[in-house]
């Protein structure tokens, strides 16, 4: 099970971290993501990290989010800084059975586990 927090409304250039708490599993094999879903759009990919802290972005906010993961507290985070508008919606956190490969790893059929999700909002 994943919950997901540290959602909120924050000014446009603010920053926010989101954190995603794993319970009932550990995490350190499994490939862990965050998405996102804007209103009436498709669930959009953003990074995802491997167990040896390896990571992967869309190019949409590279440079601007970073995933990080502590796997003694089973719990992953999204840093989001230098936020915009557009990154207004839903964010979700995802976890794999089993540790995925690079391509794998930017779609949402590959994650077995999500959490709740939790609304990011950017005012302007």
């Known amino acids: 099970q994943l919950q997901a927090s540290g959602g909120g409304l924050v000014q446009a250039g603010g920053s926010l971290r989101l954190s995603c708490a794993a319970s009932?599993?550990?995490?350190?094999?499994?490939?862990m993501a965050w998405f996102r879903q804007a209103s009436g759009k498709e669930r959009e990919f953003i990074g995802s990290?491997?167990?040896?802290?390896?990571?992967n972005y869309a190019d949409s906010v590279k440079g601007r989010f970073t995933i990080s993961r502590d796997n003694a507290k089973n719990t992953v985070y999204l840093q989001m800084n230098s936020l915009k508008p557009v990154d207004t919606a839903i964010y979700y956190c995802?976890?794999?059975?089993?540790?995925?490969?690079?391509?794998?790893?930017?779609?949402?059929?590959?994650?077995?586990?999500w959490g709740q999700g939790t609304q990011v909002t950017v005012s302007s």
């Open positions: 995802a976890g794999s059975k089993r540790s995925l490969s690079y391509a794998n790893s930017r779609s949402p059929a590959s994650y077995a586990y």
């Open positions: 009932g599993r550990t995490t350190d094999s499994a490939t």
């Open positions: 990290i491997w167990g040896n802290g390896g990571t």
